[in-house]
């Protein structure tokens, strides 16, 4: 049995130590709410097949402030604290955290600070978390690490105990690759490492994903493809859970008598004014005062509803000790002010600020009675209070005005949606909103809360823990069966299968596979050994050789056209019988092809030492002389431009080594091996290959004796050093 380690920075408890007397009480903010209500659902992950939970993460309280006491009280409760000191306080979570990451990642790059002293901290406090959760977790437990804080936690306990299951979920967004570039490269490469050790990197939504992936490509060079990043021999899966609430119990709230109460209490004081709410976090990225200023206007452009309606706005404190939430918390008051003081009347106030934390039940109460939720962050992960808010009109009435930046606008597509900077779109939607008809309100809401109910907090736990398990099966295998050294006992077994067999198939690619890589293409011609290999092999009865090439057909015909053998000219495009003439396999468009020279030769001319090579169905530019870190920086530049270009286009690009080639959709020398596999129906086959290319003849044909030339993940079941390596095998098939 596995055990279920949770890892985040904050507890789901707040703990205050005032004068001796401790305080728990819940903690405010989306991630606690959301993994506590998963853990509730699940019985603590017992039905998921854990029967262990621990909780790893800070108590809220400096660690000079927790004592014996505090940690036992949670110890109790499953929780397990990691203690801050005061200056881990400062420079790692108002640091790092809340200075450098918050803002980096929602884009508001001006507000970001980096401080040497922040990382180091921060470097320093993941530290301290791994540890702790390396002293808990054994083999095969599940670790599912959270959010910004903990960033390089994954790559840590791959290195200190790479046998655990690790899933990182982030909470915020994911910046755009160039937002990102911001960060000092030695930081912004660590970061990226450190979630990579992990064997599910999760995200609310696929933007996030892409601007991850991007990122990952552009600054540590890896492939990535398909919600998959390849670093060496791991396979990282890449993907979107958005979060969500437990829909039954916000949408059953109306019915709990002391929060009926209080809506009765509400509705009487408020006496048929409308209600536009509102609750945050104090965060600048809440768009708090966009949202008091579209208020201000609408009141100033349709005095019409002046005494009608009031703006109940809550922002409950948090991370008072950065300086822009200071600075921020005294604007709204002053604004808050100036508006109710110019506009508001003896029996009216346009503005109701409430600054503290609200009990839950209070918060129920006006999720249920608000006509309005207004809710305009300038960037939010996911943003919960818009989906507690839906799911709680089981009246089926209120109307959700949403900023398009919320993560949770992906979702909710039924709410009246709105750009947080657009003022007059804004006060649009308030006049649109305030006056809906029950019908169009009941409408937009049923569908909402119909996406919520299925794509509810558990199901979010659930598919991350699923696809943990997954991804993590996948590292597992690929760890328990890695490639063999093509050794001289393994060279014998295969030779032997080789001697015992009544039809054969041999299947080599050339470069790299049968002579080695030359500086330019035209350089790497057969010699007289190979070629006498060749034929040798050819003659063998019941044996046919096959070269399996990315090169054109000119080429190979010129150089291997003579020997009684099967070629195969562009990854799969063309096909020569032995002593017979060439036959295409597909039909193809090649409408892409002028763009794309035109786009490799800007590169060429920028890059020095790099040239192309155009061949019937495909476009290759290759790097290898050129200087090695200029060349990957600009292969994966010209990647991301391809990228572009080519979208639904029928056309692939393939980052082989040293090249990066764009051939036309469809050809792959794996549909070619398997072709000739199913012709020839051989009972030996012999595949070998040095490039991600090879790789799919390698899965195309399981049965296969497969050998990968060089290093790096391969599906191949042996390896050699080099290209000798693979004579030396033939040669011994030969004798
Ligand atoms: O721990 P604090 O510094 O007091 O901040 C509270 C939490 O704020 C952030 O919440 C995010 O998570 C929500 C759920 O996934 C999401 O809806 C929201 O958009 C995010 O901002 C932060 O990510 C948490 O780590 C904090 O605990
Ligand atoms: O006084 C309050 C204010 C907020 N919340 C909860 O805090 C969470 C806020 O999450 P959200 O994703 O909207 O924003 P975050 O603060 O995580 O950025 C929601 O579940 C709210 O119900 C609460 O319980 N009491
Ligand atoms: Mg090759």
Same mark, same amino acid.
């Given at each position: ?404 930046? &919320?993560?949770?606008?992906? $979702? %909710?597509? +039924?709410? =009246?949606?709105?750009?947080? *900077?657009?003022?007059?779109?804004? /006060? ?79 299947m080599l690619d050339y470069d790299g596979t049968l ?8 350089? &790497?011609?057969?010699?007289? $050994? %190979?070629? +006498?290999? =060749?034929?040798?092999?050819? *003659?063998?009865?019941?044996?046919? /050789?096959?070269?399996v090439s990315g ?105 082989g080594v ?11 020398k794996g549909?070619?091996a ?13 595949i070998a290959g040095d490039d991600y290319t090879d790789e799919e003849m390698f ?7 497969s050998v990968k030339v060089g290093?790096?993940?391969t599906a191949a079941?042996?390896?050699a ?5 693979v ?9």
């Amino acid at each position: 049995m596995a055990k279920l380690v949770i890892v985040s920075n904050r507890l789901p408890v707040a703990v205050s130590v005032r004068g001796g007397s401790v305080e728990i009480r819940e903690a405010v903010g989306g991630l606690a709410t959301a993994i506590k209500s998963f853990l509730a659902a699940t019985e603590s992950g017992k039905t998921l097949g854990f029967d262990e939970l621990v909780w790893v993460g800070w108590s809220g309280v400096k660690a000079e402030q927790e004592t014996e006491e505090v940690r036992a009280k949670l110890r109790e409760m499953g929780l397990l604290t990691v203690p801050l000191t005061g200056e881990e306080f400062q420079l790692f979570y108002e640091g790092f955290c809340n200075s450098t990451l918050w803002p980096l990642f929602h884009s508001f790059t001006v507000y970001t600070v980096f401080e040497a002293k922040f990382w180091e901290s921060y470097l320093q406090v993941n530290h301290k978390y791994a540890e702790a959760v390396s002293a808990v977790a054994r083999p095969g437990d599940f670790v599912w690490v959270h959010d910004y804080h903990l960033m390089l936690v994954p790559g840590m306990l791959r290195e200190q105990a790479p046998e655990l299951a690790v899933g990182f979920f982030l909470h915020i967004p994911f910046p755009p690759a160039e937002v990102y570039q911001l960060m000092p490269p030695p930081w912004r490469t660590a970061l990226l490492d450190g979630l990579l050790g992990a064997d599910l990197v999760g995200f609310h939504i696929h933007e996030y994903v892409n601007n991850f992936l991007r990122s990952v490509s552009k600054f540590l060079g890896y492939r990535t493809e398909a919600g998959m990043v390849y670093a060496g021999r791991r396979k990282i899966r890449v993907g979107a859970f958005p979060i969500s609430i437990d829909f039954d119990f916000f949408h059953n709230s109306s019915e709990v008598p002391e929060v009926e109460r209080q809506i009765e209490e509400l509705r009487q004081r408020l006496r048929g004014l409308k209600i536009v709410f509102s609750i945050d976090r104090l965060d600048y990225t809440k768009g708090v005062i966009n949202r008091i200023h579209a208020w201000e206007r609408f009141l100033k452009e349709r005095p019409g509803w002046r005494g009608r309606a009031t703006f109940i706005l809550v922002v409950v404190p948090s991370r008072t000790g950065v300086p822009q939430y200071e600075a921020m918390k005294r604007e709204i008051e002053r604004e808050v002010g100036r508006i109710n003081g110019e506009l508001g009347e003896v029996d009216w106030v346009p503005i109701v600020y409430i600054s503290r934390y609200i009990p839950t039940t209070t918060l129920l109460a006006l999720y249920n009675i608000a006509d309005v939720a207004l809710i305009t962050p300038l960037k939010d992960g996911m943003n919960l209070v818009a989906k507690e808010y839906v799911a709680s009109r089981r009246d089926c009435r209120g109307v959700l005005i949403l900023s398009e930046t &919320a993560g949770a606008a992906h $979702e %909710l597509v +039924q709410a =009246l949606v709105v750009n947080p *900077n657009d003022e007059s779109g804004i /006060v649009n939607a308030i006049e649109r909103a305030l006056s809906m008809d029950p019908e169009e309100q009941c409408r937009r809401i049923k569908s909402m809360q119909e996406r919520i109910r299925q794509h509810n907090v558990v199901k979010w736990g659930v598919d991350f823990i699923h696809a943990l398990a997954l991804a993590y099966n996948d590292n597992l295998m690929s760890a328990a069966t890695p490639a063999r050294i093509l050794d001289g006992e393994a060279a014998e077994e295969i030779a032997s299968a080789f001697r015992n067999s009544r039809k054969r198939l041999l299947m080599l690619d050339y470069d790299g596979t049968l002579v080695p890589h030359y500086p330019y293409a035209y350089q &790497a011609v057969p010699d007289a $050994e %190979l070629k +006498q290999m =060749l034929r040798d092999l050819a *003659n063998i009865p019941n044996t046919s /050789v096959a070269v399996v090439s990315g090169r054109p057909r000119d080429f190979l015909e010129a150089w291997l056209g003579d020997l009684n053998i099967y070629l195969v000219a562009e990854h799969g495009a063309f096909i020569k019988e032995p002593g017979g003439g060439w036959t295409q396999l597909f039909p193809f468009d090649l409408s892409w092809k002028p763009a794309v020279r035109k786009l490799m030769e800007d590169f060429t001319a920028l890059t020095p030492g790099t040239y192309i090579e155009e061949k019937e169905v495909s476009v290759a530019w290759h790097y290898r002389n050129a200087e090695a870190e200029v060349g990957e920086a600009a292969a994966n530049r010209l990647v991301e431009a391809l990228s572009g270009l080519l979208a639904g286009t029928p056309a692939n690009i393939l980052r082989g080594v040293k090249v990066v080639e764009v051939r036309a959709a469809g050809v792959s020398k794996g549909a070619a091996a398997k072709l000739l596999y199913e012709k020839l129906a051989p009972d030996f086959v012999l595949i070998a290959g040095d490039d991600y290319t090879d790789e799919e003849m390698f899965k195309s044909v399981p049965a296969a004796f497969s050998v990968k030339v060089g290093r790096g993940e391969t599906a191949a079941k042996f390896m050699a050093p080099s290209y000798r390596k693979v004579r030396e095998l033939l040669r011994r098939l030969i004798s």
